[in-house]
Antibody, heavy 121, light 107 residues
Framework: EVQLVESGGGLVQPKGSLKLSCAASGFTFNTYAMHWVCQAPGKGLEWVAR??????????YYADSVKDRFTISRDDSQSMLYLQMNNLKTEDTAMYYC????????????WGQGTLVTVSA | DIQMTQSPASLSASVGETVTITCRAS??????LAWYQQKQGKSPQLLVY???TLAEGVPSRFSGSGSGTQFSLKINSLQPEDFGSYYCQHHYGTPFTFGSGTKLEIK
């Protein structure tokens, strides 16, 4: 059974930093691209970032809204996915989901339960 | 970036009815369109990808159609567990973008 468990969310002040983690199990982690997707309270879904597998050189992609502030990374030896969030803004307040890509490019097949990030003074 | 326009924003229907949700892309995305269901307080679940391919375990009362810029998700014979929010998403390339969602409520 695929499991994705996020952690690391919390309350942080504007311009602060936070690092989210996602522990993956139940599948061969190192062969799949992984994503972060967020959802502001009461709002819709927004794709944040994608990281490909080692065989694709761990290539990374970001939404314009987080480029140069967020960094997605992975540790295949630990089956862990990360999101380093710097220079946080109030508009970054959201539930952040760790997502495993499906067998088809760009599809979000498995989702974690999410971790809530609140950016407020 | 590709904009996804979803309609209606909300929909009220009864158990047993058939409903259709539509999604329009701002440019040609061929068949690279997915649909997700999200129940209140839960994570989204993939329903359809490549416009019409049902994800594993998704009931056959769900069906997707369309190509190019116009897509739809049809739910036949609504069941109580089908109520929630639905989102379309293009998977043509980054940045992946979602529609604004359709909230399906019980009449």
């Amino acid at each position: 059974e695929v499991q994705l468990v996020e952690s690391g969310g919390g309350l942080v002040q504007p311009k602060g930093s936070l690092k989210l983690s996602c522990a993956a199990s139940g599948f061969t982690f190192n062969t799949y691209a992984m994503h972060w997707v967020c959802q502001a309270p009461g709002k819709g879904l927004e794709w944040v970032a994608r990281i490909r597998s080692k065989s694709n050189n761990y290539a990374t992609y970001y939404a314009d809204s987080v480029k140069d502030r967020f960094t997605i990374s992975r540790d295949d030896s630990q089956s862990m996915l990360y999101l380093q969030m710097n220079n946080l803004k109030t508009e970054d307040t959201a539930m952040y989901y760790c997502v495993r890509e499906g067998h088809y490019y760009g599809t979000f097949a498995y989702w974690g339960q999410g971790t809530l990030v609140t950016v407020s003074a | 970036d590709i904009q996804m326009t979803q309609s209606p924003a909300s929909l009220s229907a009864s158990v047993g009815e058939t409903v259709t949700i539509t999604c329009r892309a701002s440019e040609n995305i061929y068949s690279y369109l997915a649909w997700y269901q999200q129940k209140q307080g839960k994570s989204p679940q993939l329903l359809v990808y490549n416009a019409k391919t049902l994800a594993e375990g998704v009931p056959s009362r769900f069906s997707g159609s369309g190509s190019g810029t116009q897509f739809s998700l049809k739910i036949n014979s609504l069941q109580p567990e089908d109520f929630g929010s639905y989102y379309c998403q293009h998977h043509y390339g980054t940045p992946f973008t979602f529609g604004s969602g359709t909230k399906l409520e019980i009449k």
